[in-house]
């Protein structure tokens, strides 16, 4: 059992969480939209992905999965348990067809702010090629003080309507760091869904 946040509930933020948690890792997500977090603590979900709901509430009611509001305080709260942290928040596409990435920077700035011990990073949201050492100065920059973090990208490739389905057969997972070590606890982490490499 390790201990997990997930930043940003939306598909791929809520499927993670869930999937983590029926692995039986103790995990907590949190999102910015109030609405979402309430609509999770009255047993909803926000999605309609088919064989969800369930995984939801087994997790739920199993103490693996909580939600919460991603504020500092909501934050510092989750991180004080969490051993890895997954960003899985929007990348959508701005006016120049490129990966609009303030969500990612924001999710970074308050990991910064917030984190009281040495965390792994994992990027699940989608952008370019170089973002994991852009994620990485945004960090050391906002950190009050500073404290060890390593970062790792691991794409996803889940796909709506068979997204349950997509995480537990996965075809394959994609792991990029330059902490060989961070990458290999990540790899870890997934070992129990079998997927090439
Ligand atoms: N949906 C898919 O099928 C799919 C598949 C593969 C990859 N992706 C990628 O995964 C990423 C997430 O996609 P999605 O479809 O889950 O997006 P989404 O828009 O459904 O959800 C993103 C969530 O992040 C939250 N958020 C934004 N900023 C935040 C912050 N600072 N702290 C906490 N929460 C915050 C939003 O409120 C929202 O609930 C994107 O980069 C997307 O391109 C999506």
């Known amino acids: 059992m390790r201990n997990i946040t997930v930043i940003g509930v939306g598909y791929v933020g809520l499927v993670t969480a869930t999937a983590f948690a029926d692995l039986g890792n103790r995990v907590m997500a949190l999102d910015v939209n109030p609405q979402k977090i309430t609509m999770l603590g009255s047993g909803k979900i926000p999605i309609y992905e088919p064989g969800l709901q369930e995984v939801v509430d087994r997790n739920v009611n199993a103490q693996r999965l909580?939600?919460?509001?991603?504020?500092?305080?909501?934050?510092?709260?989750?991180?004080?348990?969490?051993?890895f942290v997954f960003i899985c928040v929007g990348t959508p596409q701005g006016?120049?067809?490129?990966?609009?990435?303030?969500?990612?920077r924001a999710a970074a700035e308050t990991i910064a702010r917030t984190m009281e011990h040495p965390l792994i990073i994992i990027n699940k949201s989608t952008v370019p090629v170089g973002t994991?050492?852009?994620?990485a100065n945004i960090v050391r920059e906002s950190q009050p003080h500073p404290i060890d973090f390593s970062v790792v990208s691991c794409p996803e490739f889940l796909?709506?309507?068979?997204?349950?389905?997509?995480?537990?057969?996965?075809?394959?997972?994609?792991l990029g760091?330059?902490?060989?070590?961070?990458?290999?606890?990540?790899?870890?982490?997934h070992l129990s869904l079998r997927a090439p490499s």
């Open 132 to 135: 994991g050492d852009w994620v």
């Open 159 to 174: 796909r709506e309507g068979s997204a349950v389905r997509d995480f537990f057969q996965p075809d394959r997972i994609v």
């Open 95 to 104: 006016v120049d067809g490129e990966a609009d990435l303030q969500y990612v």
């Open 66 to 83: 909580s939600f919460g509001l991603a504020n500092d305080e909501g934050m510092r709260n989750a991180l004080r348990q969490a051993e």
């Open 177 to 189: 760091s330059t902490d060989r070590r961070a990458a290999d606890e990540v790899a870890q982490l």
